[in-house]
């Protein structure tokens, strides 16, 4: 039986097309651990059977789990699930067919066999009907499309902020991104346009005509050249976007619920209450309802492909911040990209001393920010 499980379980780890994720807090599932998982779910699904029986008559696939089984380290690992599966019981009814009867059944076997491989982390799994935030993430992650597919180098996805559950902790940082990747994309955009002297057709205000005043600044000289008083009323519209956002009575009036509470990531009430209603009429995120009639498939499709630009557009705007801050910082871009000598990560600078608390910030960042003196 020991050689037979052993065979299964290399075979099927070969398999990685559909591979069963599991996630922890004790470290990576094992090859072996993975391969009975795998196996597990090829009981009640034909076409994996399929995929695994063409894969073994591949020259390729049968010289993999030879080399796979010929592994001590594997051969370690399944000898140590071998007999971790004996010692909780699991092991004498896993290749059962009759244990694979019933849904209700097959549902009950899995959670003993994640029990046998992970004691503290299936509670995570398998404590409930629906999948764990960081079970989504993983998923969504390998879903998507290059190089490289769930990364999480600093553990982030596994701590809870806050005091809060670790559910909450990606609701946050799934929201933190979207929005991030949102104003990169706006951000790009307009870098770009400005270093490529398109311009607004329109006067800016009754004070600037045109752009004559702008002429020949980089991207980030153009927000300390703004007027103080415009650049206080730009604060003061995103501070009240990222209240309204947060704002329980917000959510609930457009039947929302809060990103760190089960909510949708990236979502943005509508002005829904009896204030706002009469006085925005359509709703910010989508005024013209493009999405409106969209399946919630396509919208899921829509979300990851605004990701990932987001993600692009991140990378993208901060290289060509750091080759104005730094010029020669990204070859690709040296001599293409107008200089900067402010600070580009804050809002004021020494000319705006006459506010409160400003002063008091600038020479606080000095000591944090060398190239600053």
Not at 80 to 107: I, P, Q
Not at 216 to 224: F, K
Not at 259 to 286: C, E, H, S, W
């Amino acid at each position: 039986m020991y050689s037979t499980v052993c065979v299964f379980v290399g075979l099927l780890v070969t398999c990685s097309a559909r591979r069963v994720q599991s996630s922890n807090g004790i470290g990576e599932i094992t090859d072996a651990e993975l391969g009975l998982l795998n196996l597990k779910s090829a009981m009640k699904d034909p076409s994996l059977l399929k995929e695994t029986a063409q894969l073994l008559r591949s020259s390729e696939g049968s010289g993999e789990l030879v080399r796979m089984m010929a592994n001590p380290i594997f051969q370690e690992q399944a000898k140590r699930l071998v007999d971790t599966m004996k010692g909780t019981g699991v092991f004498a009814d896993f290749l059962k067919l009759e244990s694979y009867a019933k849904e209700e059944d097959s549902s009950k076997m899995l959670q003993s066999v994640l029990l046998a491989l992970n004691p503290v982390g299936t509670a995570r799994r398998t404590g409930s009907a629906h999948m764990s935030a960081l079970d989504e993430l993983i998923e969504l992650a390998e879903s998507t499309p290059g190089p490289v597919q769930y990364w999480d180098p600093l553990k982030l996805s596994e701590k809870e902020f806050w005091g809060q559950s670790n559910d909450a902790t990606i609701g946050f940082l799934r929201h933190a991104e979207i929005k991030h990747g949102r104003v990169a994309m706006a951000g790009f955009v307009g870098y770009c346009l400005h270093e490529n002297g398109i311009r607004w057709p329109f006067p800016l205000s009754s004070s600037l005509p045109d752009y004559s005043s702008f002429e020949g600044l980089s991207a980030p000289d153009v927000w300390d050249a703004t007027p103080q008083a415009a650049r206080l009323q730009i604060l003061a519209v995103i501070g009240f976007f990222e209240f309204w956002s947060e704002w329980s009575t917000s959510l609930e009036a457009d039947g929302m619920v809060h990103y760190m509470r089960g909510g949708k990531p990236g979502q943005f009430p509508a002005f829904n209450t009896i204030v706002t209603n009469p006085l925005t009429p359509l709703p910010l995120f989508d005024p013209f309802g493009f999405t409106k009639d969209l399946s919630e498939e396509e919208k899921a499709k829509k979300l990851l492909r605004e990701v990932q630009n987001g993600r692009l557009a991140m990378i993208g705007l901060f290289s060509l911040i750091s080759e104005a801050r730094v010029p020669g910082a990204v070859p690709a871009l040296a001599g293409l990209i107008k200089p900067y000598d402010g600070e580009v990560m804050g809002p004021f600078t020494a000319a705006d001393a006459n506010l409160p608390g400003v002063s008091t910030m600038l020479d606080g960042v000095k000591p944090l920010l060398p190239y600053l003196n």
